[in-house]
C-alpha cells in the first residue's frame, strides 16, 4: 500500500537524533518499515509519522498538540506504540479488521468447539493466544459424534469443498472438520480440494511473508482428525485438546514469518498435561513444542511435586498461574480493581485477560526519562493512543464485545533494570495518576474506564532499539557481540562489510552468513550473573506492587542448587504477591556463533573503532530477535 497518503501535516524536527543502539535501526528496519509508494521503505520518522497520523484518526483521536508530543517521544526513544501498531497502523490491514491487527496477543477458554477455530483465526492474524485447558473447562465439550469421519483431501472434481487461499478458507475448513464431530446434521468425511492454494514460497500480502503452500494445511487437517477419530464416543481430554492447539500452530508458522504464540493452562494435577512436554521420556509429538505451558496455582501449598519434575533438567519447567490473585487486585494489595472474569493470559503472561479479549500495549524506555512528570506525559500519550484502538471494530464480534467492555491495556517499561533508582521510584506514583487521567478521559469522552493500565512485558525486540535491558530482565553482560543472521545473497551483507562488521557464513550453511555487531549496556545495568533466582523474585515482587496491574512478565533463570530456597521462598511469598511466573534452568550455549557473547571493554572498543553505525539502508531484510525474549512471541 502507499503509506505516504494522507499524512498529518507534521513539523520537521531535524534537531532531533534518534538514540539507536549498534543494532537499532537495523532491527527497526528488519521489523517494522514498509514500503513506500515509491519503492523505497520508510525510514523510522516515516513510520512515526505514519502512527501518528493513524492516532489522530482512531475512534477516540488524540489531540494535534499530543500528535506533535508523541512523535518527539517516539523519534527520542523516550516510548513508543506496540509493535503491532508500529507495523500495522495507518494501513488498510485496520480499516479492514480493526482491533484483530493490532492487538498483540489473545486469549480463550476451550469449553466449546468454536474455541479452536477462533484460535486459528487469530494465530493466522499473527496474534498469540493464550487459552485454558483446565478440565472444568473442556470437559463442557459434548462427546465426539460415533459417526465422525475424517475429512479427506480430494484435488480431483468430486470435492464438496474447494478451500479459498485465505484465512477465512482455511478456518472454514477447519470448522467443517469441528461440526462434523459435534453437529449430527453435518456431513461426514467431507471431501476437500487444495487446488487453489498458493505454492510454497508465494508471497503473502498485507501481513507479509511467504505461503506454507497446501501440505503443511493438509497434515494439520489429518493429524487433528485422527485425534478427534480416537475419541468417538467420547469426550475430548485435556491433552487432546493441547495437541489440537498446538497443530494448529504448527500449521501456521509452516512457511511464514509470523511466529505461533501459544500459553496452554491446565491443572497442576493433570499427570497428561504435565508429561506433555517430557522429551526425554520420547514418543512426544513434535508439535508440542509449540505451546509454552502453565498451570493453575492459587495455593502454592497444595502444588504436587510431580509439578517440580520438569525443573531438573529433563523436560520443561512449567510456570504458574494465580488466578485467584488475578481475579482478586490490580497491583499487590488493590481490592479496589478486581477482574473476576480473568480465566487466563496471554502467551508470555503478563496480560490478564477474560475469555475471547485481546490485549493492547505499549513501552516506555525508563532509562531514557528525565524526571517523573515526564514519565507522566510520556505514559499520558501512549494511554490516549490505547484507549483510542480498543474502541476499534473487530471481525470476531465477541471479541469485541468484551475488548470494548473492559478497554484494558498495558503500557509497559523496560530498561528497569539499567534504570536508576529515582528513576524506579517515580513508578508508583505515575500509576496513581494514570488513574486519574483514566477517570478523566473516560467521563470527557463517555467511554468505560479501563480495568487495566499497566504491565510489564518481555519487551525483546523494541528494547534493542534504544539499547536498553528488556522488561525487567537484567542484561547478558556490560559488553557483547550480537550475532544476527542474514540470507547470504541479501543486499545488507555488502552494507555491514563496508560499515566493517565481522560477516561470515554460519557453520555448515553457505545460504547464511552471520553479522557480529558490538554492544553495551549503560554502567547502571545489572548483568545476570550477580543476580540470584531470589533476586529476579524480588523485582518481580516489588513491579507487582509499585506499577502492573495485570502482571509482571519474567523468565526466573535458576541453577538446580538454587532450587530448595526457590521452593521455600514462594511458599511464604507466591500467594499474595505473584500472579504469574516462569522459570529457565541456566546453561551455557555450548555453541559456536552463539547469538550473545560477553567480551571485554577493549574488545569492545577495538571493535567500535573500527565499525560504523548503520542508521540508513536502502533495503533490509533479516532475522533478529523476536518481541519476547523466550522467543515465542509474533514477530510482528
Not at 71 to 95: D, H, I, P, S, Y
Not at 109 to 133: A, E, Q
Not at 336 to 348: A, H, I, L, Q, S
Not at 435 to 443: A, F
Request: proline letters at 4%; charged letters at 25%; one cysteine or more.
Amino acid at each position: 500500500m502507499n503509506t505516504n497518503e494522507g499524512r498529518l501535516n507534521l513539523k520537521e524536527r531535524e534537531d532531533i537524533v534518534t538514540p539507536w543502539s549498534s543494532v537499532g535501526w537495523l532491527t527497526y528496519r528488519r521489523t517494522y518499515s514498509r514500503p513506500l509508494a515509491d519503492g523505497s521503505w520508510e525510514d523510522w520518522v516515516d513510520t512515526v509519522d505514519r502512527c501518528v497520523t493513524a492516532a489522530t484518526r482512531l475512534p477516540v483521536p488524540i489531540t494535534e498538540e499530543d500528535s506533535f508530543y508523541l512523535r518527539e517521544v517516539m523519534l527520542k526513544l523516550k516510548g513508543t506504540v506496540a509493535g503491532r501498531f508500529l507495523w500495522q497502523l495507518g494501513t488498510t490491514t485496520v480499516e479492514k479488521l480493526g482491533l484483530a491487527s493490532l492487538m498483540n496477543c489473545s486469549f480463550a477458554v476451550v469449553d466449546n468447539w468454536k474455541t479452536f477455530t477462533w484460535t486459528f483465526d487469530s494465530l493466522m492474524l499473527g496474534s498469540g493466544v493464550g487459552y485454558n485447558i483446565q478440565r472444568e473447562y473442556v470437559y463442557k465439550l459434548s462427546p465426539v459424534l460415533e459417526t465422525f469421519e475424517p475429512a479427506v483431501r480430494d484435488d480431483q472434481a468430486g470435492a464438496d469443498f474447494i478451500v479459498p487461499d485465505t484465512r477465512e478458507g482455511w478456518t472454514k475448513l477447519l470448522e467443517y472438520v469441528l461440526r462434523s464431530a459435534y453437529d449430527p446434521t453435518a456431513k461426514q468425511g467431507l471431501r476437500y480440494s487444495t487446488q487453489l492454494i498458493r505454492g510454497k514460497g508465494a508471497p503473502i500480502r498485507g501481513f507479509g511473508g511467504t505461503a506454507s503452500g497446501p501440505e503443511d494445511l493438509v497434515k494439520g487437517i489429518e493429524n487433528i482428525c485422527k485425534i478427534i477419530e480416537l475419541r468417538k464416543g467420547k469426550q475430548l481430554r485435556p491433552i487432546d485438546c493441547l495437541d489440537i492447539m498446538n497443530i494448529l500452530g504448527q500449521v501456521v508458522v509452516a512457511g511464514n514469518v509470523r511466529r505461533s504464540a501459544q500459553i496452554a493452562i491446565g491443572d497442576a494435577d493433570d499427570l497428561q498435561f504435565l508429561r506433555a512436554k517430557n522429551w526425554g521420556a520420547g514418543n512426544i509429538p513434535s508439535w508440542r513444542q509449540m505451546s509454552n505451558n502453565s498451570v493453575v496455582c492459587n495455593d502454592f501449598s497444595v502444588l504436587p511435586d510431580e509439578i517440580w519434575n520438569g525443573y531438573d533438567g529433563s523436560g520443561e519447567p512449567y510456570g504458574l498461574i494465580n488466578l485467584k490473585l488475578s481475579q482478586s487486585i490490580g497491583r499487590t494489595g488493590e481490592t479496589k480493581y478486581k477482574d473476576p472474569e480473568v480465566r487466563g493470559y496471554n502467551p508470555c503472561a503478563e496480560q490478564s485477560l477474560a475469555p475471547w479479549e485481546t490485549c493492547c500495549l505499549a513501552e516506555i524506555f525508563l532509562p531514557n526519562i528525565e524526571s517523573k512528570e515526564e514519565l507522566f506525559k510520556v505514559a499520558s500519550v501512549l494511554y490516549k493512543v490505547c484507549k483510542g484502538a480498543l474502541l476499534l471494530p473487530c471481525h470476531q464480534k465477541e471479541t469485541e464485545a468484551i475488548v470494548h467492555k473492559n478497554l484494558r491495556m498495558g503500557i509497559g517499561i523496560t530498561g528497569y533494570l539499567e534504570s536508576t533508582e529515582d528513576q524506579k521510584s517515580w513508578l508508583a506514583d505515575v500509576y496513581e495518576q494514570l488513574r486519574e487521567l483514566d477517570k478523566r478521559y473516560s467521563k470527557e469522552h463517555n467511554i468505560s474506564r479501563s480495568i487495566k493500565l499497566a504491565t510489564i512485558k518481555p519487551s525483546g525486540t523494541l528494547s534493542l532499539l534504544p539499547g536498553v535491558t528488556p522488561g525487567c530482565h537484567p542484561a547478558y553482560a556490560k559488553y557483547m557481540i550480537r550475532r544476527i543472521r542474514i540470507a547470504a545473497d541479501h543486499s545488507l551483507v555488502q552494507t555491514c562489510r563496508d560499515a566493517g562488521y565481522d560477516v561470515e557464513y554460519q557453520n555448515g550453511d553457505r545460504n547464511t552468513v552471520v553479522v557480529s555487531f558490538p554492544f553495551r549496556h549503560k554502567d547502571e545495568a545489572v548483568l545476570a550473573r550477580d543476580m540470584t533466582a531470589i533476586d529476579q523474585l524480588e523485582v518481580v515482587r516489588r513491579l507487582q506492587r509499585e506499577w502492573s496491574d495485570n502482571a509482571v512478565s519474567c523468565t526466573v533463570y535458576y541453577r538446580l542448587e538454587e532450587l530448595p530456597e526457590i521452593r521455600e521462598y514462594l511458599k511464604k511469598h507466591y500467594n499474595k504477591n505473584f500472579k504469574t511466573l516462569s522459570f529457565l534452568l541456566h546453561s551455557g550455549h555450548g555453541f559456536d556463533q552463539a547469538p550473545l557473547e560477553e567480551i571485554d571493554e577493549a574488545t569492545y572498543n577495538e571493535l567500535v573503532s573500527r565499525t560504523t553505525l548503520i542508521t540508513n539502508s536502502t533495503s533490509v531484510d533479516f532475522e533478529g530477535s523476536d518481541e519476547c525474549s523466550s522467543g515465542a512471541c509474533p514477530i510482528k
